[in-house]
């Protein structure tokens, strides 16, 4: 034989490098691995009588070695016509050994990504079949999408375009703004009743320095609260204000002292004396003016 088939090459991946060897020999009858002139290769896919030499690359001779021929083919170079899920023969399309022209030899053949594997058993590839760094961000392309996932997830870089269904431990600062949430992506009805409660917030969750200048105006506040508010003002017994370190401190002047004027004092002479609400402490006094009939005309 003149032409030493390379023989089946196997499935490869995708825009793989396909390297194969092919030797040529003398017609006489010694047989002799002899030179390619002229030589050209050519790919056929399936059963089609369209050939393509892209990414086609003959190497006579190669490394010197009379009568040894390498053909590189870059699939790469083609994804159109090198695409996955068919099947590739090589053949020498153009050639002569010692003058006599080989033309038409079929030097190998191969599939991409066309080729499932058979004959493997159930569970025979495993999780601890497959080497620890087997997968890596390197060898999945950056246009893969994993349509789910059942089990928890380490982290998360990219974007998640479906829904999450289970908890999330943290999202990274600035992971959710504003403008990631649509206008309408939180309302009332979205929200369980009983959804936020008390006991939602940490301690201290929510500061002076949580809550927004003017995030708190007379439009956020209903009327039905403001009339709580007022009720319980109203409503708030002068002991409670005494033992409360809210506020500013106890004076004649607030309106706890107005009231306490009212309720416990007594006038000796000139002077009023204002008790606190136990009746013996002095929570302040104040000058009264009486005029010559013994009348009082003022309280200052």
């Known amino acids: 034989m003149s032409i030493q088939h390379a023989g089946d090459l196997g499935d490869r991946a995708a825009g793989a490098v396909v390297d194969l060897m092919f030797t040529s020999a003398d017609d006489t009858a010694s047989g002799a691995p002899a030179t390619v002139t002229g030589g050209a290769v050519s790919v056929y896919k399936n059963n089609s009588t369209t050939q393509s030499t892209a990414g086609v690359t003959l190497t006579a001779d190669f490394d010197g070695v009379t009568g040894l021929n390498h053909v590189r083919i870059t699939t790469v170079t083609d994804g159109s016509f090198y695409a996955a899920g068919n099947e590739f023969i090589v053949v020498l399309t153009s050639g002569t050994v010692n003058g006599v022209t080989h033309a038409g030899y079929a030097l190998a053949s191969f599939g991409l990504a066309n080729r499932p594997l058979q004959g493997v058993g159930a569970s025979v590839i495993t999780a601890t079949s497959i080497a620890s ?118 004076d004649l002047s607030s309106l706890y002292g107005l009231i306490q004027q009212a309720q416990e004092s007594a006038i000796a002479s000139t002077t009023l004396t204002v008790k606190k609400t136990d009746g013996t402490t002095t929570l302040g006094t104040k000058t009264v003016a009486v005029n010559s009939d013994g009348h009082i005309t003022g309280i200052s």
């Open 133 to 250: 760094d087997a997968i890596t961000d390197a060898k999945v392309a950056s246009d893969v999408t994993i349509a789910s996932v059942t089990g928890a997830v380490g982290s998360v870089t990219g974007n998640v375009g479906g829904n999450v269904t289970g908890s999330v431990g943290s999202v990274a600062s600035g992971g959710i703004t504003a403008a990631s949430l649509a206008a309408d992506a939180i309302t009332a009805a979205k929200i369980a009743d009983g959804a936020i409660d008390a006991a939602t917030f940490a301690s201290g969750a929510i500061t002076a320095a949580a809550i927004a200048t003017d995030a708190i105006g007379s439009a956020e506040i209903a009327a039905t609260a403001i009339a709580k508010i007022a009720d319980a003002v109203l409503r708030r017994q002068c002991d409670n204000a005494e033992a409360s370190s809210d506020g500013d401190a106890l």
